[in-house]
């Protein structure tokens, strides 16, 4: 598998770069763009993860035929440890997910919102001095 011969794969075509017997095979396919997948095979079924367009020079969101080698290799180990990739990438990224969710109600979590709830935990309370309290903290 080339730069070059990518380039020139036509319409429908794929190309395949295979590792050692059951690691995962490396797949370029011409679907309008050329699209690279790592195939494996999980429970008797071939199934395919998209790693991304190729694009020569790894500009406009594509990765490079190198890229590709590498985010290969790393599935390769991956799948080595665990056959189920598509349960171990989905795990990861909920995890992300949360992780992402966890940091926005952190950044939520402000000096001025926290003003605010304690101006309405005041007025909850029936205290006299929630009007004094949101006014001091306004100017």
């Known amino acids: 598998m080339t730069t070059?011969?990518?380039?020139?794969?036509?319409?429908?075509a794929e190309v395949s770069q295979r590792g050692a017997?059951?690691?995962?095979?490396?797949?370029?396919?011409?679907?309008?763009?050329?699209?690279?997948?790592?195939?494996?095979?999980?429970?008797?079924?071939r199934e395919r993860i998209?790693?991304?367009a190729f694009d020569p020079n790894g500009k406009?969101?594509?990765?490079?035929l190198a890229e590709a080698g590498l985010q290969v290799a790393e599935l390769r180990k991956?799948?080595?440890?665990?056959?189920?990739?598509?349960a171990a990438i989905a795990a990861e990224e909920?995890?992300?997910q949360a992780e992402a969710?966890?940091?926005?109600?952190?950044?939520?979590?402000t000096l001025g919102a926290l003003c605010t709830a304690y101006v309405a935990q005041l007025r909850r309370r029936g205290r006299h001095?929630?009007?004094?309290?949101?006014?001091?903290l306004r100017r």
């Not at 001095?129 to 001091?136: G, I």
């Open 4 to 12: 070059r011969g990518l380039l020139a794969l036509k319409p429908g």
């Open 21 to 45: 017997r059951g690691t995962g095979t490396l797949q370029a396919v011409r679907c309008g763009a050329v699209h690279f997948y790592f195939r494996y095979t999980f429970d008797g079924r």
């Open 50 to 52: 998209h790693l991304g």
């Open 60 to 64: 406009h969101g594509g990765i490079t």
């Open 78 to 86: 991956r799948y080595a440890q665990d056959p189920d990739l598509r």
């Open 94 to 96: 909920s995890a992300k």
């Open 101 to 109: 969710e966890t940091q926005a109600s952190r950044e939520q979590a």
């Open 129 to 136: 001095s929630a009007r004094q309290v949101e006014l001091a």
